[in-house]
Structure formats: C-alpha cells, structure tokens
Nanobody, 113 residues
Framework: RLVESGGGLVQAGESLSLSCVATQMGYSINAMGWYRQAPGKSRELVAYIIGASTTYDDSVKGRFTISRDRAKNTVYLQMNNLQPEDTAVYFC??????????WGQGTQVTVSS
C-alpha cells in the first residue's frame, strides 16, 4: 500500500513537500508518481519517475521536482512557488513490474492567494 504525508495550507509563492512510502509490495516497483484532482475536475498527472527519467505536466515544470529513494521505496514531490491553481488532492501512484497499479489515499494541498 501507499502512505502519503505532507500537504497542508500555504500562501501563494510558498513551498510544500510531499512524500509517499510504498509498503507491503509483493513485486518490485517500476514507476512512481503523483496525480492531483481539483474539485469538479478529473484526476491529472503531475509528475512521474521511471528509473532516472522524469516527466512533468507543463503546468508544474520548473516549479515541482519529483525524486525517488529506491532503497526506501519512497517518492517525493517538492513543490515550489505554489499557486492557487495548484490546490487539489494529491495522490501517490505506483506501478510494479507485473504490472499492478497502486494508489494512495490522497493528501490535500490548499494554496491561498
């Protein structure tokens, strides 16, 4: 399962860091990432990492950084210069080598203007 931490309420221009640890995984993890879902909108990809390769949504490029500690089965999302439009529930995602997909429970990020 995936256990997220971080998130909260910040003002525009401030930073937050999210982390997600994968536990009790039956197979090795291939990819990890973050999605978000704002009220009334569908879930969208924020960033993901496979090996040393990273992909970002255009809206967060240059502001967010995804990283992974393979030994700890943990993925991180450093979010800088947050804006009100970044307000959403952020979900951790992992895919193992089978592949099976896993989702975290979500953590709220709220950015006030």
């Amino acid at each position: 399962r995936l256990v997220e931490s971080g998130g909260g309420l910040v003002q525009a221009g401030e930073s937050l860091s999210l982390s997600c640890v994968a536990t009790q995984m039956g197979y090795s993890i291939n990819a990890m990432g973050w999605y978000r879902q704002a009220p009334g909108k569908s879930r969208e990809l924020v960033a993901y990492i496979i090996g040393a390769s990273t992909t970002y949504d255009d809206s967060v490029k240059g502001r967010f950084t995804i990283s992974r500690d393979r030994a700890k089965n943990t993925v991180y999302l450093q979010m800088n210069n947050l804006q009100p439009e970044d307000t959403a529930v952020y979900f951790c995602y992992a895919q193992d080598i089978v592949p099976h997909d896993y989702w975290g429970q979500g953590t709220q990020v709220t950015v006030s203007s």
